[in-house]
C-alpha cells in the first residue's frame, strides 16, 4: 500500500512560484511505477497536471502548463515534485499527488482513473 503526502501549496502572486512535494512511501523503489500531478478547482473535474514514470524518468505535461511547469523527482524514487513557475490566476486549485504500479503502455497518464493511489492535496491559490 503506497502512501502519499503533499506539501507546498500556498498563496502568490501572479507571476510567481512555487514548489510542490509529493512524500512516498510503502512501496519498492525497484518496482515499476508512474506518479503524477492533479489538479481541482471548485465546480470543475480533476484534471492531469503532469506525470512521469521510473522508466527513464519521461515525462509528459498538460498543454495549459507546458513550459512553465516541471515534474521531477529524487533518484530513489520516494519524493516528487512539481515546479511551477508563471503562475496565472487559473492556475488555483487543490493540487494531489498520485501513483500507480501498474504498466500501461497505451494508457493516458494524465487520466485520474490511471492512478490507484492518491494524496490528500495541497492547496495553491494564485492572486491577480
Known amino acids: 500500500q503506497m502512501q502519499l503526502v503533499e506539501s507546498g501549496g500556498g498563496s502568490v502572486q501572479a507571476g510567481g512560484s512555487l514548489r510542490l512535494s509529493c512524500a512516498a512511501s510503502?512501496?519498492?523503489?525497484?518496482?515499476?511505477?508512474?506518479m503524477g500531478w492533479f489538479r481541482q478547482a471548485p465546480g470543475k473535474q480533476r484534471e492531469g497536471v503532469a506525470a512521469i514514470n521510473s522508466d527513464g524518468g519521461s515525462a509528459v505535461y498538460a498543454d495549459s502548463v507546458k513550459g512553465r511547469f516541471t515534474i521531477s523527482q529524487d533518484n530513489a524514487g520516494n519524493a516528487l515534485y512539481l515546479q511551477m513557475n508563471s503562475l496565472k490566476p487559473e492556475d488555483t486549485a487543490m493540487y494531489y499527488c498520485?501513483?500507480?504500479?501498474?504498466?500501461?503502455?497505451?494508457?493516458?497518464?494524465?487520466?485520474?482513473?490511471?492512478?490507484?493511489?492518491w494524496g490528500q492535496g495541497t492547496q495553491v491559490t494564485v492572486a491577480s
Open positions: 510503502g512501496y519498492s523503489y525497484s518496482t515499476y511505477y508512474i
Open positions: 498520485a501513483a500507480d504500479y501498474r504498466r500501461a503502455p497505451f494508457a493516458n497518464n494524465l487520466a485520474p482513473t490511471r492512478y490507484r493511489y
